[in-house]
């Protein structure tokens, strides 16, 4: 549910060739045999996100900060997914960003349904990275996420959660929350050319349906999803081996407090 870019790497998949604006290939690699990079395009009002193949089926007591984003004023229209860092804000992937963002959905496990629904009141991209921060008109005093102030360490075991596609193409996101385990391999770049968290999955991998979904690390926000390697076709039983790019919290942190007052601990 996006517009997608093509990421594909001509020397060790570091070398960036020009983006296509196209449907993504079954099996994209680099001439070394690696996937590329699914990057979904900064748009006004298409349809996209990304979600979790793999991994397993949970309630939003596991992650009671988890938000979906929404493309319309009745919270059904889910495009994305976000975290509450504080009453009136939560934080969510810049390529979500669109005149069409109407409202955000809190406190359910369930894909547009059950829990409040809070219009969106200012959106705030990052000047750089692959963040936005969305202000609420109406406070919603639920549980939030601390945000991290150190870059978590190579090996470092995550968590990734979002709703969404169940695999690669299936056309249709998840109706329950999902969640899946990952670890943190290194620094790496995000969509906007911002430093990320890059993740190796473990037992699920982030696909369409979970843009700006919460990487967390010892209970606390380390990245938003920015980008996730393509899976080959027929997607594969084990979702393990393939890697994930999240914009890094803080890295972004000192940007983040001056617009919304949340600091990082």
Known sequence: MKIAKILAAAAAGAALLAPVLCALPAQATTAQGVPVKEVPAP????????????????????????????????????????????????ITAKHCN????????????????????????????????????????????????GLSGSFPATGTTARVYGWGYQSKGSGAMSYYLKAA??????????????????TRSESGHT????SGGPLVVNGKLAGVLSTSDILPAPNPSSYTGYYNDHASVVRNLAWITSVSGVRGS
């Not at 943190?184 to 906007?192: I, K, L, R, S």
């Open 181 to 198: 385990d990952v670890s943190v391999v290194w620094q790496g770049v995000d969509n906007y050319g911002g430093p990320s968290v890059r």
């Open 43 to 90: 748009h006004d009002g298409g349809t996209f996100s990304r979600d979790i193949a793999g991994g397993g089926t949970t309630t939003v007591s596991a992650a009671p900060f988890a938000a979906q984003v929404s493309f319309d004023a009745a919270g059904t229209n889910v495009q994305c997914t976000g975290s509450l860092i504080a009453a009136s804000w939560v």
């Open 207 to 210: 696909l369409d349906g979970d």
């Open 98 to 145: 669109s005149t069409s963002l109407r409202s955000v959905r809190l406190g359910t496990s369930y894909l547009g349904a059950g829990g409040a629904v809070r219009k969106v009141a200012g959106r705030y991209p990052a000047p750089a990275g692959d963040v936005l921060l969305l202000k609420l008109a109406t406070p919603y005093y639920g549980s939030y996420v």
